[in-house]
């Protein structure tokens, strides 16, 4: 299968991040590709459909693509574990990436020890100085999880 996906979604010069590749009870399948910059959260639709909106780019074979918008987050999170939790561990560990921009790789190394990752980390000041809200800072993490594959518990402090 993922050699499949990897080939269509090349032919239309997507990359495909093979370990975001998760199932649903409902049986759609979810990833992550990225077109240029732009990353999209990918659904092959399920007896159930998740029902994200709008497609950001054409569908290609039977790939939904889709930006992760809150609305979408708030429709995935009752499918997939990405919500933060409160911290379930004796330690925990913030990471410090303001802009999401290497979370997927904190969390493949944060994964191997026993702590909780805090990913989603901005302060009010800074949220003000860089004209973000807790929203996008929560999305842009979640968007890093989904990538890397990460299925375990994280927190949020933003």
Not at 6 to 14: E, V
Not at 99 to 115: K, N, Q
Request: charged share 20%; net charge positive; with cysteine.
């Amino acid at each position: 299968m993922i050699e499949e996906l990897i080939s269509a979604l090349k032919g239309k010069g997507f990359c495909l991040y093979p370990k975001s590749i998760r199932k649903t009870e409902g049986g759609a399948t979810i990833f992550v590709a990225k077109r240029g910059c732009e990353k999209f959260i990918c659904v092959i639709e399920g007896s159930n459909p998740i029902g994200l909106s709008p497609e950001a780019a054409p569908a290609v074979e039977n790939i939904g693509f889709y930006k992760l918008s809150w609305e979408n987050y708030l429709k995935l999170k009752e499918v997939l574990p990405i919500a933060p939790s409160p911290c379930n561990k004796k330690a925990s560990f913030g990471t410090g990436d303001r802009l999401g921009l290497v979370t997927a790789a904190h969390l493949d190394v944060l994964s191997r020890y026993p702590v909780l990752p805090v990913v989603a980390q901005q302060s009010p000041r800074e949220l003000m100085k860089e004209h973000r809200t807790f929203k996008s800072v929560l999305l842009d993490a979640v968007m890093g999880l989904l990538e890397s594959g990460y299925t375990g518990a994280f927190g949020a402090d933003a």
